[in-house]
């Protein structure tokens, strides 16, 4: 029997990179009978409930015995190679496949290395010369091809329909006539808050009489950016904080004529026969009014980098066009039922799992070689280090502590030895319980 094992080390509240790996091991499980699947990670009674009974195997990330997968592949987000590595590294022939599912992955593998020399370019030649990586899709892509010359080919696995039964919209009467509804689906981090405020700010600039309102599913430690007063009384927020399966569906049936979503979220909305726009995506504030009908993608891109628009070559809309569309042209009924035909055909759930299938019978990365990378054994060497002085303290804490290193590093003059001080009090300040790290 083949064993699968996803592997994550992170407490935040389920989101979309945890449930493409549980939905995927679930299928598995259940249609591939030479398989097991397994998903490690921090023990969650919630996740554990939602995927009862679909034949995954859940393991504590700190409890679990990893060496009863010496022979098993690990497929991981590539930012959690070196969190793996120590775990594994005693094992030899578990083989690896990396996941790249954000244009910035990759630099949040480096900020867990001290100085980031040569840009750990190391490490990316090792993993296109053993086929251990796969991409979410054209917008991942393409900013390791920039990054490096290396020759990665285009092995993509893209975010999967998450929704069991889905319930397409029966009416297409709109809320209320006299208003503008809008949505987001998603959490409210750091990578995500600049796009919903885009759109906010894109809301501020439309001309009408209509209310506005635009609705928040998800939180995060982002949620304070934004500034609520700078939109009254145009635009009223509504946030309902997370929310999931069929209570969501019905919510965003009931409540919003539009929604703006990326990664899963953004196919979880269009499955329902929602107008779902797809945003430019920045870790720091733009303004750009340049909005993608999700049928209009090719390459499984659901989010991208501003520069990576045009290049994408997809065709886009302003935000006055695509409410005209719905609300003044009657095209909410169209735009929907092409929303929810392209996702379905595009980002089923049995393709995604033959996807995976074929990048984890690929990979020919092994633990044993993974070791001998430079970037991760002097990783791994000096978070030995670490652990002889902090002797209760995980890899997530020494990710913080290099983090933080880097930070000092980064500092010059008066201002370097002030940060060393604020440091060191974050760091006695630290609470495992509350760890954020992505």
């Known amino acids: 029997m083949k064993k699968i094992v996803f592997f994550l080390q992170t407490k935040k509240p ?22 097991e699947t397994y998903y490690i990670n921090y023990q969650n009674d919630i996740v554990e409930e939602m995927y009862k009974d679909t034949g995954i195997h859940f393991l504590d990330v700190e409890e679990c015995d990893y060496s009863q997968f010496e022979d098993a592949t690990f497929f991981i ?8 590595s120590a775990k594994i ?110 759109l906010a700010d894109n809301l501020m600039d439309i001309q009408t009489d209509k209310k506005i309102e635009f609705h928040i599913l998800g939180d995060g430690n982002s949620r304070s950016f934004i500034k609520i007063a700078k939109y009254s009384p145009k635009i009223q927020f509504i946030f309902t904080s997370y929310m999931y399966g069929s209570e969501r ?4 049936k009931e409540h919003i004529d539009i929604v703006m979503a990326m990664g899963i979220s953004a196919i979880d909305a269009a499955v329902l026969g929602i107008p779902t726009i797809v945003p430019i995506v920045s870790p720091t504030a733009f303004n750009d009014d340049k909005f993608v009908y999700i049928y209009d993608i090719q390459g499984y891109s659901l989010g991208w980098d501003p520069n990576d628009l045009k290049e994408l070559g997809y065709k886009y809309h302003r935000l006055k066009d695509v409410i005209s569309d719905v609300y003044d042209n009657g095209k909410k ?18 393709r995604g799992a033959e996807l995976l299938i074929e990048n984890v019978e690929r990979t020919k990365l092994t633990m044993s070689e993974l070791k001998k990378n430079k970037t991760i054994k002097s990783t791994l060497r000096f978070y030995g280090l670490y652990k002889k002085i902090r002797k209760h303290r995980d890899f997530p804490m020494y990710h913080l ?21 604020k440091e060191a009090k974050n760091t006695r300040k630290y609470d495992k319980a509350k760890d954020e790290l992505i």
């Open 14 to 35: 389920i989101g979309g990179s945890q449930i493409l790996f549980l939905d995927l091991a679930a299928y598995i499980a259940q249609h591939y009978s030479d398989y």
């Open 77 to 84: 987000a590539v930012n959690y190679a070196l969190y793996l």
């Open 89 to 198: 590294k005693d094992l030899k022939n578990a083989t690896i496949c990396a996941y790249f599912y954000h244009p910035h992955v990759f630099s949040w593998l480096q900020n867990q290395i001290y100085y980031r020399k040569q840009n750990n370019l190391d490490l990316l030649e090792l993993l296109s010369k053993t086929d251990a990586y796969c991409f979410m899709d054209d917008s991942n892509y393409l900013p390791i091809c920039k990054l490096c010359d290396l020759n990665f080919n285009r092995y993509y696995l893209p975010v999967t329909v998450h929704s069991k039964d889905i319930q397409r919209l029966e009416s297409y009467d709109f809320v209320k006539k006299d208003t503008i509804s809008f949505g987001w689906l998603g959490r409210l981090d750091r990578d995500k808050i600049y796009s919903i405020i885009n």
């Open 249 to 252: 569906d019905k919510y965003m």
């Open 333 to 350: 009924e169209e735009i929907g039922k092409k929303c929810a035909e392209f996702t379905e055909e595009t980002f089923s759930l049995k």
């Open 401 to 421: 502590f290099i983090a933080r290193l880097n930070r000092i590093r980064s500092q010059k003059g008066l201002r370097k030895i002030s940060y060393l001080f």
